[in-house]
């Protein structure tokens, strides 16, 4: 162990230093992770910043109130004070990135321990329930998210299929070599922290942890966050389109990783698809809940009876 410190205190210092070309191209490399989901960030916010502008302008010229838009996710009871609930959100999850993005890199078996998991956890109970504090004073959350809705036995076939679905698209993009790309591309397996985690931490407690978060805490939090809120807030003032391409590239920039940056982004738009079609945040909660608890169980699954699995 003592020796691997000191190997790893070399390295470090060697690319402080700008001594290898390794270091070098990790470097190189970092940065450009770095620099792409900035932009999609910023992409995210500029498309939707701009549509809210573009109808603002239109509607200023029309006479009568400004009509709601269509579909089932209701949007009402949201008036232009939701633009600064949209800007804090993406203040929260930006800036998370960056502050992520300036700590050296770690492998995340070392990087998250039960302490750092309780913590994610906590914040992301936290900025849920942020959003539901901001809207409870003008809506009634259970209506306004579609919980009372009497179809909810349909989730135990939205799920499956939303995950039937993103992993004939993950077959599609592996066909494409997409995957294969991106592992040249990056010089690792293109698998985000909790397959990482899952696969190999001896921790059980973090193994336990990550799953919980995985399998529960996620499709609760993101659900309410960027279905259930952001995509509410820019179907009111951009339009749907706008909504559905904005909210979605915003869920994947959170995850921080470019290899999913795409992968999430399908996902973030099939999920808005489900919303809309049923009007229930319900729908959404069971294809993120079927969709991870796949991902953990099939992780825990190879671990345990040592299969071996390639990345997608």
């Given amino acids: 162990m003592v020796r691997g410190a000191k190997a790893e205190l070399r390295r470090s210092r060697a690319c402080v230093a700008g001594a290898g070309a390794a270091c070098w191209a990790e470097r ?38 400004p009509a709601l838009p269509g579909g089932r996710v209701g949007t009402w009871g949201l008036h232009p004070v939701d633009l600064l609930g949209i800007g804090m959100v993406f203040l929260v999850y930006a800036g998370f990135f960056v502050l992520n993005s300036t700590v050296p890199d770690k492998d995340p078996t070392q990087r998250l321990t039960p ?6 956890i906590a914040v992301q109970f936290a900025i849920a329930g942020m959003v539901m504090a901001f809207l409870a004073p003008r809506v009634r959350l259970g209506a306004f998210f ?19 679905t993103m992993w004939l698209l993950f077959g599609g993009m592996a066909e494409l070599g997409y995957f294969r790309w991106m592992e040249r591309l990056l010089g690792e397996s ?13 921790n059980p407690t973090v193994v336990a942890l990550m799953a919980v978060t995985a399998v529960i805490v996620a499709p609760l939090c993101e659900e309410i966050v960027f279905r259930g809120y952001l995509y509410a807030v820019a179907k009111r003032f951009g339009g749907r389109w706008t909504a559905a391409c904005c ?24 999920l808005v698809v489900v919303y809309e079609r049923t009007g229930s945040l319900w729908a959404p909660i069971a294809g993120h809940f079927f969709f991870n608890a796949a991902t ?7 671990r345990l009876f040592h299969l071996p699995l390639a990345p997608p």
């Fill in 115 to 120: 302490g750092t998991l309780v913590v994610a």
């Fill in 247 to 270: 909210s979605a590239l915003l869920f994947s920039a959170a995850h921080g990783s470019l290899a999913a940056l795409l992968p999430l982004f399908l996902f973030g738009l099939l």
């Fill in 28 to 65: 190189m490399i970092k940065g450009l992770e770095t620099m792409v989901i900035e932009a999609a960030f910023l992409t995210a916010l500029g498309w939707f910043a701009l549509a809210a502008a573009w109808r603002a302008m239109r509607r200023r010229g029309s006479e009568g109130p």
């Fill in 190 to 202: 293109p698998v985000q922290d909790v397959v990482k985690v899952l696969k190999v931490a001896k």
């Fill in 296 to 302: 953990v169980v099939v992780q825990l699954g190879a």
């Fill in 146 to 164: 579609g919980l009372t809705w009497k179809g909810w036995p349909w989730v135990f076939l939205i799920g499956p299929l939303v995950l039937g």
